[in-house]
Each structure stands twice: as C-alpha cells, then as structure tokens.
C-alpha cells in the first residue's frame, strides 16, 4: 500500500510561501531537523535535471538560501555556514526549494555555474558508480 502522507505531501515547494508569510513557512516550523540541527539537501541542476551534489543545512542556512536565493549549507568539518561559489565563483542560483514528504530532506533545484564538485567535476556523483 502507498505512503499516502507522501502521496499527499510530496515535493511541498516551499519558496512561495515564504514569501507570502515568512513565520508560517515550512523552513520556520514544518522541517525535521536531526539531532545535530542539520538536515540533507540533495541538490539538483534545473535545466538539466542532474543530480549535482549532496550538502547538509541547519535551520539558519535554510533561511538565508529563501531570504538571498544563494544556495548557503553548514560546513560539518568546520562548523560554519558556507555559501556555494563564494570562494571558488562555482554559484548556485537556487530556482525553487522543495521538502520530501516527511520534511526532513530538502532538494534544492539550481542553476549552477561552473562545476558543482570541489574536485573541478560537473556533479559530485561524477565516475562514482559502484559496479
């Protein structure tokens, strides 16, 4: 039998709603942070549907990525937040922020320039299939 909390909830697209009313929105009370605050954001290239990489939010990144439209995550080794491109100028343009059906995994959709992967590779997941 389906999920149908799923089914009902999926891919709930958050970004129109924060504009409308900030306080209500899912980023201020709806998402299910994990133990350390963080939650997953699987990230993916608008034009072409890629998957690019995975990176990891806490409640203030989210915020700043609907508030400036740059794609902003926590740093677990460093313990700091970080915005995509502001070192290497690889940006991401965030188009639309969606939640999975249990809000606790966000999918940011993006138009990136330049490569997504620190190691110069267009996506994270670029020659990494397991066989």
Request: with cysteine; aromatic share 6%; net charge negative.
């Amino acid at each position: 039998m389906p999920d149908t909390k799923c089914a009902e909830n999926a891919a709930e697209d958050i970004t129109a709603a924060t504009a409308a009313t900030p306080a209500a929105t899912p980023a201020a009370t709806d998402l299910v942070f994990d133990e350390r605050g963080l939650l997953p954001v699987v990230v993916q290239e608008a034009a072409t549907k890629d998957v690019l990489m995975l990176a990891w939010a806490n409640a203030e990144a989210v915020d700043r990525t609907l508030t400036t439209g740059r794609a902003t995550y926590w740093s677990r080794s460093r313990g700091q937040l970080w915005v995509k491109g502001e070192t290497s100028g690889n940006t991401q343009r965030v188009v639309s922020v969606a939640t999975d059906c249990d809000g606790d995994t966000l999918l940011y959709t993006v138009e990136q320039t330049g490569p997504a992967c620190h190691t110069g590779t267009q996506t994270c997941f670029s020659g990494r299939e397991l066989s």
